[in-house]
């Protein structure tokens, strides 16, 4: 018995993987990144002093995302695009910014600080003031995602759309309303031991019985 | 591109059970990673399934899968799709980049380069 009749008689259904270049296409399958548990909260400050003692400086507490450990930590923070791969919403969460602030002037650093202000030595400065200048001899470097779009403008990366009753006749089979792609990990342990997974795990829950993979 | 990607993926997927057809256009990188079952479709990368817009050339390579699937019956079969790009010079002028396109590609590359700063800024 051939293996298209023995799907045939399960009634099976094809899924199809590919790999998109962009997230956007084919990155809505993955997990995101949110961290499982709530970052620990800022230790609670006691403003009760003796009458005598110094009041106590405010506790300069860190607080952060749990680490990610095992998998999760050996997984990218994105699975796709370029750039830095740590998202930057979460380049200012690790720190715990406000104790570390204060207008007294009795602390050390502070009042140097605050005479350095008044005479405009140093200064707060917006963390981000566009994106960066890219240099001449890397200025083609988004010429192959720009070759890529033209290659493939306008069109459905994979055309499993709308397939002729004649072509699914032939395999007696439906075709699954979606798909699910992987990112370029240039790791082949990474996709191996996480990508791949992911697919097996995605295609037994639909319960495919022949997956076509399309590389792009 | 990514064709070894999807061979591990492919053989991972084989281990698991599920049987898998890869068509793709690098025939040597999906066959140094041996995969089960494998349709080559000799076109420009990016078009594995068929010519854009084409849906008697996506049908008949996907046809081509099917019946590879139900035909395979030793590991690392390849099977080359009889379909044949329009323009025989592909493979010249494939991802080229001359002064005849260069102003082109680089309208093509602000432009998305726009969007995606539009849609990182939503």
Aim: hydrophobic share 35%; proline share 9%.
């Amino acid at each position: 018995m051939g293996l298209v009749s023995l799907c045939a008689a399960l009634h099976h259904r094809i899924a199809w993987a590919s790999r998109w270049n962009s997230g956007a296409l084919g990155g809505g399958e993955f997990e995101s990144q949110t961290p499982s548990t709530p970052p620990p909260g800022t230790q609670s400050r006691s403003l009760t002093t003796a009458a005598t003692d110094p009041p106590p400086l405010p506790t300069r507490t860190k607080a952060g995302r749990k680490p990610r450990a095992g998998r999760a930590a050996s997984r990218p923070l994105h699975a796709s695009g370029s750039g830095s791969e740590v998202p930057h919403r979460d380049l200012a969460e690790h720190v715990d910014v406000q104790p570390l602030l204060s207008d007294d002037l009795s602390q050390p650093g502070v009042a140097h600080l605050k005479f350095s202000q008044l005479l405009r030595v140093v200064g707060a400065r917006p963390a981000v003031t566009g994106y960066p200048t890219v240099p001449p001899r890397l200025g083609d470097h988004e010429l192959p995602a720009d070759l890529g779009e033209r290659h493939t403008a306008g069109h459905q990366l994979v055309p499993l759309g709308q397939p002729s009753d004649d072509l699914l006749g032939r395999a007696s089979s439906t075709l699954l309303g979606h798909g699910h792609g992987v990112p370029t990990e240039y790791s082949q342990r990474r996709t191996v031991e996480w990508d791949a997974r992911r697919v097996v795990e995605w295609c037994r829950g639909d319960g495919v019985d022949l997956a076509l993979l399309v590389p792009l | 591109m990514c064709h070894q990607t999807v061979s591990l993926v492919a053989r991972e997927l084989e281990s698991a059970g599920v049987p898998t057809v890869v068509i793709g256009s690098a025939r040597d990188t999906v066959e140094e990673c041996g995969v089960p079952r494998f349709l080559f479709v000799d076109y420009p990368l990016g078009n594995p399934c068929g010519r854009p817009w084409d849906r008697r050339d996506q049908e008949a390579i996907l046809g081509a899968a099917l019946d590879l699937a139900a035909s395979a019956v030793a590991p690392r079969t390849t099977v080359q799709a009889p379909n044949r790009w329009p323009d025989e010079e592909w493979r010249v002028r494939y991802m080229r980049v001359d002064e005849t396109n260069r102003a082109e590609l680089a309208r093509a590359g602000e432009r998305r380069r726009r969007a995606r700063r539009r849609d990182d800024g939503d």
